[in-house]
């Protein structure tokens, strides 16, 4: 029985509910429709921070995401992909970190695929990294995330330390933005693999639209 | 620097964001206007369990809250209250625990002040319990939830094991539900008092609506 004049002895049971995941889609019932995520002012990305392990970005911008209004923080990589989708990996996940008035952490992760070409924003972080320039990049992403974005809606953590959890997670897995071989080889040789290890699911449910 | 082939030295940081809180009004701003929480599907309690701290009742009925549809689970009783406004306990806290779709936890927790007559659905669990009744209560408790609900919005953690953080807090302190003298002092002569410590408040932003 719980002992309230025993608090300091209550088990602390965190560390159940982490991020990221691999995900098997046949487990799933996929429901038609998108993830409800509606940016309501562009994202504008600012100071280019290196914080050793990936390129950070200071952002502005709002979105409302399954009902409430949430603002965007910031941006940053990792490669290869931290979500494992059917036992694959993609070159690059990005993830946009948003916030709402209460302190609830919602990351729209966007999972980047192979493209022929360099992508051209990404390459401009680059370009501005290698100059070591400090001026902010005020670059408009708003046309990274999809019109129609759909993928998976789950509830983990952050996936470094502090490693929070009851963040809120949209993977899209539709996003207007491929990377190529040579952006991928840039960003692994300055930074090398910066994705954390996979985490149980402990039961956890997840959406899928598609 | 984050070092990701060492990932089970990163520190953990959980524990900062815990329930229950104290709160003063007179630093923060109220907003006109009612917590944004909408009964769906009538509130029911079923089955009424002792479990040595507090009488729990399992429950069904659904709920908008904050934009996302959430299922109602369970009802329980601390007295006195866990949270405390401007300084003051009220008799007794009552938490409804809801759950959504993704496992995002909301409670709604009723901050119940002393009324003069004994409050006639709760009277109903208590002989329940005294009888030992193992017939469900089935009690509608649709109005216990006023219809224009003001108090406070915050994030933070169940008060007890596992003690999960991400919970989001509804602190409703206009409930159609007051408590007598008698039916407090039979509550603790069973139970004792079941309230957790205060929690620090760690920098977190709370929404007060009047």
Same mark, same amino acid.
């Given at each position: 029985?719980?002992?309230?004049?025993?608090q300091d002895k209550w088990p602390n049971g965190f560390g159940e509910l982490q991020s990221?995941i691999?995900?098997?889609?046949?487990?799933?019932?996929?429901?038609?429709?998108?993830? %409800? &995520?509606?940016?309501? +002012?562009?994202?504008?990305?600012?100071?280019? !921070?290196? $914080?050793?392990?990936?390129?950070?970005?200071? @952002?502005?911008?709002?979105?409302?995401?399954?009902?409430?209004?949430?603002?965007?923080?910031?941006?940053?990589?990792?490669?290869?992909?931290?979500?494992?989708?059917?036992?694959?990996?993609?070159?690059?996940?990005?993830?946009?970190?948003?916030?709402?008035?209460?302190g609830q952490l919602?990351?729209?992760?966007?999972?980047?695929?192979?493209?022929?070409?360099?992508?051209?924003?990404?390459?401009?972080?680059?370009? %501005? &990294?290698?100059?070591? +320039?400090?001026?902010?990049?005020?670059?408009? !992403?708003? $046309?990274?995330?999809?019109?129609?974005?759909? @993928?998976?809606?789950?509830l983990g953590s952050l996936t470094t330390p502090p490693l929070t959890e009851g963040v809120?997670?949209?993977?899209?897995?539709?996003?207007?933005?491929?990377?190529?071989?040579?952006?991928?080889?840039?960003?692994?040789?300055?930074?090398?693999?910066?994705?954390r290890?996979?985490q149980p699911l402990n039961g956890r449910?997840?959406?899928?639209?598609?």
């Amino acid at each position: 029985m719980l002992d309230y004049n025993q608090q300091d002895k209550w088990p602390n049971g965190f560390g159940e509910l982490q991020s990221p995941i691999k995900i098997d889609t046949s487990k799933l019932s996929a429901k038609r429709g998108q993830l %409800n &995520y509606h940016v309501l +002012e562009d994202y504008r990305l600012k100071q280019e !921070i290196d $914080d050793g392990t990936t390129i950070r970005l200071t @952002g502005s911008g709002s979105a409302e995401i399954f009902g409430r209004n949430f603002e965007f923080q910031q941006a940053h990589f990792h490669s290869p992909s931290e979500h494992v989708i059917n036992g694959r990996r993609c070159p690059l996940e990005i993830h946009m970190v948003h916030k709402n008035v209460i302190g609830q952490l919602c990351v729209v992760a966007l999972l980047v695929e192979h493209g022929e070409t360099p992508n051209a924003p990404f390459q401009k972080i680059i370009d %501005n &990294y290698e100059k070591g +320039e400090t001026e902010p990049v005020d670059l408009n !992403i708003k $046309d990274w995330a999809p019109w129609y974005p759909v @993928g998976f809606h789950y509830l983990g953590s952050l996936t470094t330390p502090p490693l929070t959890e009851g963040v809120e997670w949209l993977l899209v897995s539709n996003p207007d933005f491929t990377v190529s071989d040579d952006q991928v080889e840039w960003f692994r040789k300055h930074f090398g693999k910066d994705d954390r290890k996979l985490q149980p699911l402990n039961g956890r449910s997840i959406e899928f639209y598609k």
